[in-house]
């Protein structure tokens, strides 16, 4: 969480600033600030609140400098106010941070006896007198940088002005993300792409525990002991282009727009003679997860709904024991995980911090790990012995639905390539799946997406009410999961998912007069129970939402119903959910809420 930005070249750099933070902006947006080096002097604006109002103020400033930094925060230390808002200076040293220092308040202490006094509740502030204090007793900034991150137990991306080194920005990174972009006498810092595809497609990512050195003319990276190291020089394969609105009017609704493309990218090159083929990812993935006894999904939110997906089409399919477990559980259960056990971890980021730990952990314990990720050379990717790629391109709304799509089909896809190869299924069925998710279930997101304003109907009784619940049976309930997530997370309606069968086991005294009751069923086998499940509803005052195949679900299943323009359990089920995004995007928009930035959320959870 936070995003953090720096330039140095030509260009002013509070411009290059603002547009990478306007870029950031998803990884939090609770206060925003930039230090500019302008006219020989270190100038600091910051604001309370979103990026615009940052804008706003330096406008009024006349900052010309071609050399700064800047912050969005998400706040983990101290409230989102002024006062907090990053960047800060501590004697020579100014600075912004993305992630936590742990041991910051014993820092503090000891600092704070050396003289430092301190304006803020950060843990920030305290990593800039540090630096400051190592300045004044090393008087190199390198081994400065070096000796204070030593101190510092826990997480951070920094990037930093000091006096008397006008020229340089520099930079240190232990876990979160950082990349450094290259430019014809330019340079760049960011804490991912996206923040500067405006201006180059070239960057370098330095390794954990790395420091950087980074000038116009040029780059120098160094390793914990100092020594300096050659990082691999890397093209960014997105545009400016995918990271813009074009023409939507929010981020959310035009990523949801985007998923057919993005489900026929992350297909394409996987299939073979009709089959999937993930071979170009790497040797014998397909066959390990087949021989291993156990296989984990493991991940957090909306990605570990897709490895519920994935558990159920799994066992089902493949026949093999598969658990999904949430990364912050795994993590800290001591699992019961092995060498003959295979991991699969999900991350559309591939940062999220939850998700790096259980990935470490399961390495730790001979697992082997596998990596679905959105984000290239991530953390997660790049640690994972192997990594499907799920080229969704770059997600920018807070609330995932591409991505999920993705991950969804990957999984599927994987799942039906366990059980060609564990001989559960023929090659048929494989190829029926494999045709249906690759050409039937683009086609029917397109015809959901392109909704001529029944989902917007349903969405302005769903408005109305408080309170939601989502209801399923098989992989139906893990489709409610993800449907009541979305809904909660950007209309803040208080929402709830139930398995189908549930619901008379406690929840049904929660219905009452007119509180929506949606359920899906894609899996025809368990269609009339789930109508009764909502029929039940129904009898006390629910409003109900049906929500199934286009051939077997009739008007009369619910006060509205979703006819999902596929056949087959799998895919109608991803199509569910994309049926669920637009339900909850336009529920959102009618209850004026900020879709693309919902409150107190951030999209990249690099904390834990
Ligand atoms: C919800 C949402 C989150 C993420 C979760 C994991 O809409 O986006 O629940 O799915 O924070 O993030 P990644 O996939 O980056 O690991």
């Known amino acids: 969480m936070c995003g953090i930005i720096g330039y140095t070249g030509k260009r002013n750099a509070k411009d290059v600033i603002l547009s990478g933070l306007f870029s950031l902006e998803y990884r939090g947006y609770d206060s925003a600030g930039m230090a500019v080096v302008s006219e020989g002097k270190t100038v600091t604006v910051k604001t309370a609140g979103k990026v615009k109002m940052l804008e706003n103020a330096a406008n009024s400033l006349n900052l010309c400098g071609s050399i700064g930094i800047g912050h969005t925060r998400w706040a983990t230390h101290g409230a989102p106010t002024f006062e907090n808002a990053h960047p800060h200076t501590q004697g020579r040293v100014t600075l912004v941070h ?25 843990d920030t502030e305290v990593a800039a007198a540090l630096i400051d204090s190592r300045l004044s007793a090393e008087g190199d900034p390198l081994k400065a ?6 101190k510092m137990r826990g997480s951070f991306a920094f990037a930093m002005i000091i006096e008397g080194f006008p020229n340089v920005i ?51 990276v160094f390793d914990s002991d100092l020594l300096p190291v050659a990082r691999e020089k890397k093209v960014s394969v997105w545009d400016t282009e995918s990271a813009e609105k074009g023409g939507y009017p929010h981020f959310m609704l035009k990523e949801i727009n985007e998923e057919p493309t993005a489900i026929k990218n992350v297909i394409s090159g996987r299939i073979k003679n009709g089959v999937p083929d993930f071979s170009g990812d790497g040797e014998n993935i397909v066959a390990r997860l087949a021989s291993t006894d156990r296989i984990f999904t493991v991940a957090c939110g909306t990605a570990m709904h897709a490895g519920l997906f994935g558990k159920y089409i799994t066992e089902k399919l493949a026949r093999r024991p598969c658990e999904c477990e949430l990364a912050s559980e795994f993590r800290y259960k001591n699992p019961i995980v092995g060498k003959d056990d295979a991991v699969i971890v999900i991350s559309q980021s591939g940062e999220t911090a939850d998700s790096l730990a259980a990935l470490r952990l399961a390495k730790e314990k001979g697992a082997f790990t596998l990596g679905i990720v959105n984000v290239a050379a991530s953390s997660i990717a790049r640690e994972a012995d192997n990594v499907i790629y799920t080229r969704a391109g770059p997600e920018i709304a807070v609330a995932s639905t591409k991505a999920f799509t993705v991950q969804a089909t990957v999984m599927t896809l994987l799942s039906v390539a366990i059980a060609l190869e564990s001989g559960k299924i023929d090659a048929e069925t494989a190829k029926r799946i494999t045709s249906e998710l690759s050409y039937e279930l683009p086609e029917a997101i397109k015809i959901l997406a392109g909704d001529d304003g029944h989902i917007k109907k349903i969405a302005a009784e769903i408005s109305k ?12 309930r893990y489709a409610a999961e993800e449907g009541s997530l979305k809904l909660k997370e950007i209309s803040y309606i208080h929402s709830e998912a139930y398995a189908a069968g549930e619901l008379k086991h406690g929840t049904l005294s929660l219905i009452g007069e007119g509180v929506p009751v949606i359920a899906s069923a894609c899996d025809r086998a368990l269609y009339e129970k789930t109508k009764a499940g909502l029929s039940e509803a129904k009898a006390r005052g629910a409003m109900t939402v049906f929500v199934s195949p ?44 900020d879709v693309d930035m919902p409150k107190n959320l951030a999209k990249s959870v690099t904390v834990e």
């Open 465 to 476: 009410s408080e309170n939601a619940f989502f209801i399923g049976r098989g992989i139906d």
């Open 550 to 593: 286009a051939d077997i679900c009739t008007e009369k299943d619910g006060d509205f119903v979703i006819a999902l323009p596929c056949i087959s359990e799998y895919i109608a089920a991803i199509s569910a959910v994309t049926a669920y995004q637009l339900l909850a995007y336009h529920t959102a928009v009618m209850r004026k809420t």
């Open 170 to 220: 520099f930079a240190a990174r232990r876990d979160s993300p950082l990349i450094i972009g290259t430019g014809e006498e330019e340079a760049f810092i960011a804490s991912d792409i996206t923040a500067i595809l405006k201006y180059t497609r070239n960057y370098l990512i330095p390794e954990s525990g790395d420091i950087a050195r980074v000038t116009s003319d040029g780059i120098s």
């Open 98 to 122: 993305n992630g936590i220092i742990e041991n910051y308040a014993k820092i503090k202490t000891a600092l704070e006896k050396e003289g430092y006094r301190f304006s803020s509740e950060t």
């Open 145 to 150: 940088i070096g000796s204070a991150t030593e």
